[in-house]
């Protein structure tokens, strides 16, 4: 079966540092993977979506940068967070087009 | 117009009752719908698939109406843990991005 493997589940970071956070699928080959982000009390936000090995397409222009090494591994990135970057970030995953989506338990990001 | 609105409530019955959420979807072209359940801090987790035919799982019956473009989720016998905001996601055909409503949030009380 698949499952959805995302880390860590929080971090604490300072205004400017680094962020990268590791979602990886397992049990399946070529998924369509994404992140998004959800602001306290407020919908999903895709960020990024990939549909194969470095292909990514972003949603929304910002202070974040998504990276796919391997067929099932899927990097959110930032060189330095901004106050703003705080939110609780979802990876998730899907068989293709039109398929259920499979969600990670998410990361509770705070940028102090 | 949004592509998928949804009624974000909150919606607060009491425990045994029955509650109806609708999302309507703009799109004409879209092809597959779902429904998801989103505790407080958590991801968001499948609950059904709607279907043409409607589909029921238990307590909870999803329908699709392609005619007025809307998907609905019917609850009864409303239990406390049934509390959590409702998803509706919707694909468009040709998409790789699936379109989610804002969420519709359920209180069951006591």
């Known amino acids: 079966s698949q499952t959805i493997h995302q880390w860590p589940a929080t971090l604490v970071q300072p205004v400017g540092s680094p962020l990268s956070l590791e979602c990886t699928v397992e049990?399946?080959?070529?998924?369509?993977l994404y992140w998004y982000r959800q602001a306290a009390g407020r919908g999903l936000q895709l960020l990024f979506y990939?549909?194969?090995?470095?292909?990514i397409s972003s949603e929304v222009p910002q202070n974040l940068s998504a990276s796919r090494p391997q067929d099932r591994q899927f990097i959110l990135s930032s060189k330095k967070l901004l106050l703003s970057d705080s939110g609780f970030y979802l990876c998730?995953?899907?068989?293709?087009?039109?398929?259920?989506?499979?969600f990670g338990s998410g990361t509770q990001l705070s940028v102090l | 117009r949004k592509e998928v609105e949804q009624d974000p409530g909150p919606f607060n019955v009491p425990e045994g009752a029955t509650v109806a959420f609708n999302c309507t979807y703009s799109?004409?072209?879209?092809?597959?719908f779902f429904w998801y359940r989103q505790d407080c801090r958590k991801e968001p987790k499948l609950l059904m698939s709607?279907?043409?035919s409607g589909n029921e799982d238990g307590r909870f019956t999803a329908q699709l109406n392609r005619a007025s473009q809307y998907i609905s989720l019917l609850i009864r016998d409303s239990k406390l843990s049934d509390s959590a905001t409702y998803l509706c996601?919707?694909?468009?055909?040709?998409?790789?991005?699936?379109?989610f409503g804002r969420g519709t949030s359920l209180i069951v009380h006591p």
């Open positions: 998730a995953w899907r068989a293709g087009m039109g398929e259920k989506l499979f």
């Open positions: 049990g399946t080959s070529n998924p369509n």
């Open positions: 990939s549909v194969g090995i470095g292909q």
């Open positions: 799109n004409s072209a879209s092809q597959s």
């Open positions: 709607v279907y043409s």
């Open positions: 996601v919707v694909n468009m055909g040709g998409s790789y991005i699936p379109t």
